[in-house]
T-cell receptor, first 111, second 113 residues
Framework: AQSVTQLGSHVSVSEGALVLLRCNYS??????LFWYVQYPNQGLQLLLK??????LVKGINGFEAEFKKSETSFHLTKPSAHMSDAAEYFC?????????FGTGTRLLVSP | GAVVSQHPSRVICKSGTSVKIECRSL??????MFWYRQFPKQSLMLMAT?????????EQGVEKDKFLINHASLTLSTLTVTSAHPEDSSFYIC?????????FGAGTRLSVL
């Protein structure tokens, strides 16, 4: 079985500051890991994914995440936050068919 | 990236009526699509897995007769909320799988009066 824990339902940063959104997972099989972003009243947009290979993965809009098996983590980072990054972020894991989501982290960006 | 279109984006209906939501994969074929429900400020809850040409697989606690799913082609799945009631009001999101990745529609806001 798979599960995802996102630490912090809300994260607040200033524009230009580092963004760090935390995600820990549990999986009984080698995991595929994803980060999605959701803007208000919209669906989910894929930010980045880890399947196999390089553990540091780069995504859209300057985001990246590092798969750390020993820590069962897949934290999302961005060096410099923009106002447009304010949204809900979901970490997800899949082993076989189903995608299991974390509870989400709302990123707030202040000027 | 792959595009999934969901229609309508918003629907308001009277209690007791049925509502159909369409999910289309525009530039790829999807043998498997998924339907989720999202409550305000919460994560996505998987309702059912839709397989082309066969019956959908519903998650525990989801009423099959209330939420009818049809996946008649490799690019279209539909969700029909039958005899809708105010408690069915929610945000419904579909996704289509391509390889190991799920691509999501923009969601449908259903309001039942």
């Amino acid at each position: 079985a798979q599960s995802v824990t996102q630490l912090g339902s809300h994260v607040s940063v200033s524009e230009g500051a580092l963004v760090l959104l935390r995600c820990n997972y549990s999986s009984s099989v080698p995991p595929y890991l994803f980060w999605y972003v959701q803007y208000p009243n919209q669906g989910l947009q894929l930010l980045l994914k880890y399947t196999t290979g390089a553990t540091l993965v780069k995504g859209i809009n300057g985001f990246e995440a590092e798969f750390k098996k020993s820590e069962t983590s897949f934290h999302l980072t961005k060096p410099s936050a923009h106002m447009s990054d304010a949204a809900e972020y979901f970490c997800a894991v899949t082993g076989f068919q189903k995608l299991v989501f974390g509870t989400g982290t709302r990123l707030l960006v202040s000027p | 990236g792959a595009v999934v279109s969901q229609h309508p984006s918003r629907v308001i209906c009277k209690s007791g009526t049925s509502v159909k939501i369409e999910c289309r994969s525009l530039d790829f074929q999807a043998t498997t699509m998924f339907w989720y429900r999202q409550f305000p400020k919460q994560s996505l809850m998987l309702m059912a897995t839709s397989n082309e040409g066969s019956k959908a697989t519903y998650e525990q606690g989801v009423e099959k007769d209330k939420f009818l799913i049809n996946h008649a082609s490799l690019t279209l799945s539909t969700l029909t909320v039958t005899s809708a009631h105010p408690e069915d009001s929610s945000f419904y999101i579909c996704s289509a799988r391509l390889g190991n990745i799920q691509y999501f529609g923009a969601g449908t806001r259903l309001s039942v009066l």
